[in-house]
Nanobody
């Protein structure tokens, strides 16, 4: 079982990217899923999270209004649409889960390999 993030790349300021996080070996239905990022020399921060209880989605204030998280349970994939990208959005983006039927209040303990996003100024 694994999570795999993809879709990163190099983009100019103001550009867009869509990241995907695909689960293999299990279905994402009712799993809490979070997107996280870590910039070089900085601590990891949560970007967005989809609850495994009611599917509600929360965002970090730094990305709210620019990023949109969504799920496609049939494809066991969650997406992160990132618009109006800024240099401070640069970092490695990971998806992670804590398990089935949990809220976003838990520390994720199952992590996928990340994908690098670089926003040039």
């Amino acid at each position: 079982v694994q999570l795999q993030a993809s879709g990163g790349g190099l983009v100019q300021t103001g550009g867009s990217l869509r990241l995907s996080c695909t689960a293999s070996g299990f279905s994402l239905d009712d799993y809490v899923i979070g997107w996280f990022r870590q910039a070089p020399g900085k601590e990891r921060e949560v970007v967005s999270c989809s609850s495994g209880i009611d599917g509600s989605i929360t965002y970090s204030p730094s990305v709210k209004g620019r990023f949109t998280m969504s799920r496609d349970n049939a494809k066991s994939t969650v997406y992160l649409q990132m618009n109006s990208l800024q240099p401070e959005d640069t970092g490695t983006y990971h998806c992670a889960t804590y398990g089935l039927g949990f809220s976003c209040d838990y520390d994720m303990d199952f992590w996928g390999k990340g994908t690098l996003v670089t926003v040039s100024s």
